[in-house]
């Protein structure tokens, strides 16, 4: 069980107070009841270096992490729908010219994870992308160990969306209070997506990202990915699916309380996918299947138009899309 630290460790932080402007990205977009699900980044994997510091508006080539390194990381990630985020240790982070003498890095792909350690982060450019969705991760990542403990990265990056700093470093430093952050399973990270849904988090591996936390729901998120649950309340969807098949899932996983991190299965069925309802609406219908049991569930999706609202704070708002599950039943 997570670790709760007295009050005589407390970190000795000055968070600003602050509140977003009530033109924040994140405020219009509760504004246009913009909900969470569907809203995840996409990603096959998640690679995860530890640099500290302070990160410019792109992390990878605007830190202390080397430019070069970062931008190879970044293409070749791209090319196979991965992301990688810098994740630093929660606290104040001042612009040092210290060079880090080792780093620690993790890679998730959804269902497992391998933690390595390089002196160089040139190093980092051996792993085999090609192999990284395989499901054989040591394979893929030089030197590389099986870590099945769970982790959870706050997006607090400041130069990216104001919103993810004046909202998310708050809910990283009481994290850190509550549960420690000695044995790095719980980390500040470089921009997530979506920072309209500020402050947000993925845990890891599943790779599930969460959105409008505070104290207390991210508190609870870190329990229950300990105890190997989901919170479905907080939950934008897992990243190694679309949107509309982040829906899906999160709908069968409320209609049947399932709450355990096992492995659902979605595929779209496009048998049905020109169907219409009264109302003339497109659906997308999606099978969602739980291999432990057996038991798999149709539900209907349906694209909707959402209210103008910006992606971003500073930019102009737009209109946006949203997926909503109509509809979710037992198939026979």
């Not at 569907?38 to 270096?49: N, P, Q, R, S, Y």
């Not at 508190?219 to 949107?243: H, I, K, M, Y």
Request: aromatic content about 4%; proline content about 5%.
């Amino acid at each position: 069980m997570p670790r709760v630290k007295d009050s005589r460790g407390r970190l000795e932080q000055s968070v600003a107070t602050a509140k977003p402007s009530s033109d924040s990205c994140s405020l219009l977009a509760l504004a246009a009841n913009e909900p969470l699900a569907g809203t995840a980044t996409e990603a096959k994997a998640w690679i995860a270096i530890e640099q500290s510091g302070p990160y410019g508006r792109d992390a990878l080539t605007q830190s202390r992490f080397p430019v070069d390194v970062g931008r190879e990381l970044s293409e070749r990630a791209g090319q196979i729908g991965a992301k990688v985020v810098l994740i630093r240790r929660i606290g104040k982070h001042v612009d040092s010219i210290a060079a880090q003498s080792k780093r620690c890095f993790w890679v998730a792909d959804g269902r497992s994870m391998v933690r390595a350690e390089v002196e160089d982060p040139a190093e980092l450019l051996a792993i085999n992308f090609d192999k990284l969705l395989d499901g054989s991760l040591t394979d893929a990542v030089p030197h590389s160990v099986p870590d099945s403990d769970p982790m959870l990265l706050v997006c607090t990056h400041s130069k990216r969306d104001v919103c993810c700093a004046l909202k998310g470093r708050p809910v990283a430093i009481d994290l850190s209070e509550r549960f420690g952050c000695e044995d790095s399973r719980i980390w500040e990270v470089s921009h997530l997506g979506g920072h309209r849904m500020a402050p947000t988090a993925v845990q890891l591996p599943q790779g599930y990202l969460h959105g409008r936390l505070d104290n207390v729901s991210a508190a609870e998120v870190w329990e229950e990915s300990c105890a190997g649950r989901l919170v479905l309340e907080t939950c934008r969807g897992r990243s190694n699916l679309a949107p509309a098949a982040q829906v899906a899932e999160l709908a069968v996983r409320e209609h049947a309380q399932l709450l355990r991190l096992e492995s659902l299965t979605v595929t779209q069925d496009l048998s049905t996918s020109d169907r219409t309802r009264d109302a003339g609406l497109e659906l997308e219908t999606w099978v969602v299947a739980n291999p432990g049991t057996g038991d798999s569930w149709e539900v209907e999706v349906v694209r909707e138009e959402l209210g103008p609202r910006p992606e971003s704070c500073g930019k102009d708002p737009v209109i946006g899309f949203t997926y909503r599950a109509i509809s979710t039943r037992l198939r026979d």
